[in-house]
């Protein structure tokens, strides 16, 4: 079953909205990593945050997820009157959900001997950011939230259509948001996994990653549109709680069980979205898992360059990239440059990294892949094609 992309929202770092995203992705940016953070115990680290005045919502997380639910509120509101407001579901995922009001509440009752009023510990439950967006839209069909690291809302998009195979819903809103606190900040740090600048996915210089914040929404149906969704593949390498399996094998296996759903071959692919997080086991392992799969002519990119990484929010974010390089209305074939300091890494598989203006030829058919891997082996490779595969 291939999933028709009816409409799409996105928040990032490099801006708000289809339009503005497509212009500075296209063209390459930097500024979506001006802001800074302090990194315990005081060290100041880069990081992607987005300016933009969230709607109204209990937390930060809850209010990024409304503002892209705002972007596609017209198309989602057809959907309901077709299919009814029991037959859609609501599927994302997040990383951080409200840890953020959580890290202030906690220092209010440290500093001032009591929690705030607004303060509830409910606010912290991941299952929050679906069972919120449900009832914000209206919908009464399935609605969960996935959360396994930095693939959550990559895998929302499997979850929609098992449900649609089994016969539980007949369209679904799927994707994710996670935004910034010094949880994450700290924790990363405390791996030794953040950048001391501007993070360098790929690169012999590459010394961990910048923490970003996005949302990105998506209504599947089984129509046909533009976009289509035309396959997935899962791993689990279950080799160790933070470092990836070192030869790629469960990132390959990923990638390939996404082109044998999708019935395609590896030649079918022309761009890749790298997971590219700029540490050095990530990018080493797929490295070796990409060129495996793909050679060194398929043309990829790390879209964390720009954005940094978005944690739980970054596989739909990075699934909204294709979505904008596939869409004639948007991307026409322009894909993400790969931003970094030129530097290969020899001691890693060389990649075909997207300059700035490049495009693929849309004449023919064209389909690009995802990548999203997580703390546990938890891998997912997305593919995405124009809507007449």
């Excluded at 009591?114 to 919908?139: D, K, N, T, V």
């Excluded at 009464?140 to 690291?149: D, V």
């Excluded at 990363?188 to 953040?194: E, T």
Aim: glycine fraction near 12%.
């Amino acid at each position: 079953m291939r999933l028709g992309i009816a409409a799409m929202g996105l928040a990032t770092p490099i801006g708000v909205g289809k339009a503005a995203v497509a212009d500075a992705l296209f063209a390459g940016t930097r500024a979506g990593l001006a802001h800074e953070m302090i990194a315990y115990p005081d060290r100041r680290v880069r990081v992607g945050r987005i300016d933009a005045v969230l709607p109204t919502a209990l937390t930060r997380n809850d209010g990024l997820i409304r503002l892209v639910l705002e972007q596609v509120g017209d198309q989602v509101a057809q959907a309901k009157a077709r299919y009814g407001a029991d037959r859609i579901a609501v599927i994302l995922g997040t990383s951080t959900s409200g840890i953020a009001e959580g890290e202030a509440a906690f220092a209010a009752k440290k500093n001032q001997g009591a929690w705030p009023s607004r303060y509830h510990y409910r606010q912290q439950e991941l299952g929050c950011l679906a069972e919120g967006a449900a009832a914000h839209l209206g919908l009464t069909g399935p609605s969960y939230t996935i959360a396994t690291a930095c693939s959550s809302s990559a895998k929302v998009f499997a979850s929609a259509r098992r449900l649609m195979a089994a016969g539980l819903c007949d369209a679904a809103v799927v994707g994710g948001a996670d935004t910034l606190c010094a949880t994450t900040v700290n924790g990363f740090a405390s791996l030794d996994a953040v950048s001391r600048g501007l993070c360098q996915p790929f690169s012999r210089n590459r010394d961990g990653i910048n923490i970003g914040e996005g949302a990105a929404v998506f209504l599947l149906t089984p129509e046909a549109s533009e976009v289509a969704v035309l396959g997935f593949g899962e791993s689990s390498d279950a080799y160790h709680l933070s470092a990836p399996e070192p030869n790629g094998a469960g990132a390959a296996e990923a990638m390939a069980a996404a082109l044998g759903d999708a019935r395609l071959d590896p030649a079918d692919i022309g761009y890749v979205n790298l997971h590219g997080t700029g540490t050095q086991l990530n990018d080493a392992m797929e490295a070796i898992a990409v060129h495996g799969v793909f050679g060194n002519e398929t043309p990829c990119s790390s879209t964390k360059g720009m954005t940094g990484h978005m944690l739980g929010a970054a596989g739909a974010c990075e699934a909204a990239f294709l979505y904008l390089a596939l869409h004639p209305e948007h991307g026409a074939g322009r894909l993400p440059p790969h931003l970094w300091d030129n530097a290969p890494d020899p001691a890693i598989p060389a990649l075909n990294f997207v300059k700035t203006g490049m495009c693929l030829d849309m004449g023919s058919r064209q389909a690009m892949l995802s990548n999203s891997f997580a703390f546990g082996g938890s891998n997912m490779a997305l593919i995405l094609g124009q809507g007449d595969w």
